[in-house]
């Protein structure tokens, strides 16, 4: 099992800002793919972007395309989502998963790890 915490989360105003964290304690094999979902109230949960992490090869959701960016630390130990041009719709939690391996990475079945997620509101 992959221990994942995210951080980061918080309130901005239309067009902002922000940025989450998810750290794992190390790089295994059993993380090679990290995710970053989102769901918000009455809704499915929804991928937004993910990053195989040996090749640091990033996908994205259609609807965050050009505003968020996927990346690692140097170590691998940190994956972050950073997010621009925000909308209220973007107001969601935010999770992070790990999967050894998968050719869809943001489907959600998918990934057997999950951190506790972290609160984004969008509002003005």
């Known amino acids: 099992q992959v221990r994942l915490v995210e951080s980061g989360g918080g309130s901005v105003e239309p067009g902002g800002s922000l940025s989450l964290s998810c750290s794992t304690p190390e790089y295994t094999s059993g993380s090679n793919v990290v995710g970053w979902f989102r769901q918000a109230p009455g809704k499915e949960r929804e991928g937004v972007a993910a990053i195989y992490r040996e090749t640091d090869v990033p996908r994205y959701a259609d609807s965050v395309k050009g505003r968020f960016t996927i990346s690692q630390s140097n170590n691998k130990y940190t994956v972050y989502l950073q997010m621009d041009n925000l909308k209220p719709e973007d107001t969601a939690i935010y999770y992070c998963?790990?999967?050894?391996?998968?050719?869809?990475?943001?489907?959600?079945?998918?990934?057997?790890?999950w951190g506790q997620g972290t609160q984004v509101t969008v509002s003005s």
């Open positions: 998963a790990a999967t050894a391996f998968t050719y869809t990475p943001l489907q959600d079945s998918k990934y057997k790890d």
